[in-house]
């Protein structure tokens, strides 16, 4: 049995490391001058300077999101531009309205069940002795919005069976100064309008009475 | 010295505080903003605030009222003659009042839309027609007022053609700042000036900040640090010359100026700018020192303690390095500084600042005399300043902020606050020194006069007081221009390495001085020993020099216009879904709140 030469402990000695010499760079005189070369480079920065200068001078300056893919200033200057968004962007809720300005909601709580981040508080209530829609619906005597909490994913607006919460209104929650500032309640939902700039909605509501309504009136109650 | 030349002093000093102070905030704003421009993002210009459009209005009306008055009322009350030289000023001023409003009101329309029939011909032509039609008027008017008859202002004939432009300026002064006030909207306005109210806002914010100090830093050391870098960049600045020496006439025969003379500035002097026998010259430079450069480079050499303090103060080792650095930078670069203008001192023959403006307006700008120099200069007076590319004592790679690293609030604020005063005042002194100070081509003490050689081309007339103003105006204006161009520098090249700095220093720029040095005294020596023939020729080739500025200024100027009102072309992608969407919509502009 032949025994190696070398011991176990080294490495047996490799090939060398494949090198690639790096040139060094061009160091010409007009390089070396330095000056010519940073009057050069000057030029490429008052070029850019001037450039974009002239777009802003007479109101021309470039659409960031339509007219971007050539250079120039991309910045959107909020609040004076901002980026639209899209038709169904889902912003702020609100509470659409009935024809006589109370909420359409029923407080029914499909939407606080409905709600991942659970941000919605409803706290139902039975309208008054002789009203007629004691005994058919409820209404929400509180209902609360956390803002903050909420992740703005819309299962309260697929879970609503009246159409009363939207999130059309094509808002963001603005920088408030502290927390309780994006509690919002009923009041502050009710009033905040839809893109179309209406409280209401587009699907008619069909109230008991109405020749229109679908479901059961209290003349079924005989049946 | 009298009570009146104290508180002419105090004027001078005041100004040149104020000045340094504001264009050092102002140019930390300018710093941050050409970077975003020529970045393609639009940097700091929000800083707004809002004022009743009741007091909007009188600003813009008042100072025009007020102006027009002083342009309508001593035309009318000093022509009982025809003066053409006064009548050309009033029609060509109504003019540049014309065209440049109009100019300003269609870069209103194009951004806001029109309100009604006239804003919309105004806006339909395009900018720049405006611009070469009011260059097309003014050379039109300068001739047809030449051809306007003197006899009409014989007895009998008009005897008010002056006073009839100075209305027509003074009108369209007027109409121009009516028809912008009317545009102002009810309500609120914001004011933003074009972005410059962010130095009012950073400078709000850093004296607010707190104030820390580090535990074992050294207390008196690191409080005075501040107020030592700061110091010798508003100091220095005392002994530029700001305008050209005034000459006032010595009413009460006390040889010394008083509150009576202050009134009375002396209506012309010579040609040469020094003022007649028994007149009271002021120099407008606060230290009207005969050591000048020599003081400059004194003082700018404290600047130093500085920033070695602070680096030992703070108990910081980055701090220390910063310090050191910067130490041995300036000290470096102070030797480069001081022989590179040699070359100048020794054509000029002083080291006395007034005298080498007046040189320089004599026969040439310095930057055509001493090229090399002026490059030489540059580059060590940027290494003084601690500007990039020669920021290696506060180099954030290697040692975060350097010297100043542990300082914050208005400390802090001190230290950049004088760092660019540093700087203005580093613009100031290659005025002074290369770009001929306060003074214009062609525009002598007594007026203008454009002639090369023995030669006259042109020749006007104008008094002590309207040309010493220019003369305060031009040299603002070309420190501006010049502040301007050297933030370039900052935009345009990377940090050098410490070792290139070094050797750049002393094996590069230190020869070169010295060389320029020995080809100048032998250039000099060849001229002195040259025929009076040469010696006139040299003379023409200067005015021929001073004739290349002004034409190069003005085109420089027209460039700039007619290139800032080129029509920009775009052309819309809607490629992505977002861009479809804005589309739709009517792009980002158009989108307003709740879109």
Known sequence: MTVSQTSWTKPAPRSPVPTKVIARPNRTPQVQAYVPEWLKGTAVTMRHFFENTKERMLGQKRDPVLENFEGGITTIEYPEERRPYPDRFRGLHRLTMRDDGSPRCVACLCCST??????????????????????????PSVFVIDELRCVFCGFCVEACPCDAIRMDTGMHPAAYDSRDQFIYDSPILLSMVGRDGSRKTENARHEPGDSTHPGVTRKHEAH | ???????????????????????????????????????????????????????????????????????????????????????????????FVAWSGLLLLSSHVRRNGAENAFDEAVGSIEPRAYFYRGLVAHVVAAVLVQL?????????????????????????????????????????????????????????????????????????????APLLAMFPALVTFAVIPMGSTLCFQDIDKNHALSFVDLANIAGVVDRTGVCAVGQIPVSLAVADLNVGLLYVFAIAGTGIIGAALAGWASNNKWALLGG?????????????????????????????????????????????????????????????????????????????????LEYSGMKFGLFFLGEYAEFVFSSALLVTLFFGGYHLPFLDPDGVRVAIGNTTFYELKLTHLAVSLIHLGVFFGKTIIVTWLQVFIRWTLPRFRYDQLMKLGWTKLLPAALVNI?????????????????????????????????????????????????????????????????????????????A
């Not at chain 2, 707190?210 to 050391?221: F, I, S, V």
């Not at chain 2, 005399?369 to 007076?381: D, I, N, S, T, Y």
């Open chain 1, 114 to 139: 409905a709600c991942p981040a659970q941000c919605i508080h409803i706290e139902p209530a039975e309208y008054a002795e002789g009203d007629e829609r004691r005994g058919y619906e409820r209404y």
């Open chain 2, 324 to 404: 050191l650095r910067a130490t041995s930078q300036m000290v470096s670069y102070e030797v480069a500084m001081g022989l590179s203008i040699t070359g100048l001192l020794m054509i000029v023959g002083s080291v006395h600042m007034q005298q080498i403006v007046d040189w320089q307006g004599r026969h040439a700008w310095g930057i055509f005399v001493q090229p090399v120099a002026f490059f030489l200069f540059l580059a060590a007076l940027v290494a003084e300043t601690k500007r990039v590319p020669f920021d290696q004592p506060e180099g954030e790679s290697e040692i975060i902020a350097g010297y100043f």
């Open chain 2, 1 to 95: 010295m009298t009570w009146a030349s104290l508180v002419f002093s105090f004027v001078k000093v005041l100004v040149v505080v104020l000045f340094l102070l504001n264009m050092a905030a102002i140019t930390v704003w300018l710093d941050r903003r050409q970077s975003a421009m020529l970045q393609d993002r639009v940097g700091p210009n929000r800083a707004v605030v809002y004022l009743p459009s009741g007091i909007v209005r009188a600003l813009l009306t008042l100072p025009a009222v007020l102006i027009a008055g002083a342009l309508a009322v001593p035309m009318w009350a000093a022509a009982p003659g025809l003066e053409i030289p006064r009548m050309t000023q009033g029609v060509e001023l109504a003019i």
């Open chain 2, 148 to 224: 306007v008859p003197t006899s009409l202002n014989a007895p009998g004939g008009v005897a008010w053609g002056t006073g009839i432009a100075g209305s027509i300026a003074a009108g369209a002064v007027l109409m121009t700042a009516l028809y912008a006030s009317a545009k102002v909207p009810d309500g609120k306005v914001g004011i933003r000036l074009a972005g410059t109210l962010h130095a009012v806002a950073d400078a709000i914010k850093l004296i607010w900040k707190e104030d820390l100090r580090p535990k074992n830093a050294d207390k008196l050391l690191y409080a005075i």
């Open chain 2, 518 to 594: 020995l080809v100048t005294g032998m250039i000099i020596l060849g001229i002195e020993a040259a025929s009076p023939g040469v010696q006139s020729g040299l003379q023409a080739l200067c005015d021929v020099t001073q004739a290349l500025v002004a034409v190069g200024g003005v085109l420089a100027l027209v460039a700039i216009i007619t290139g800032l009102l080129e029509p920009a072309k775009h052309k819309q992608v809607a490629v992505s879904s977002t861009a479809r969407y804005a589309l739709g919509a009517g792009g980002v502009k158009a989108t307003k709140m709740g």
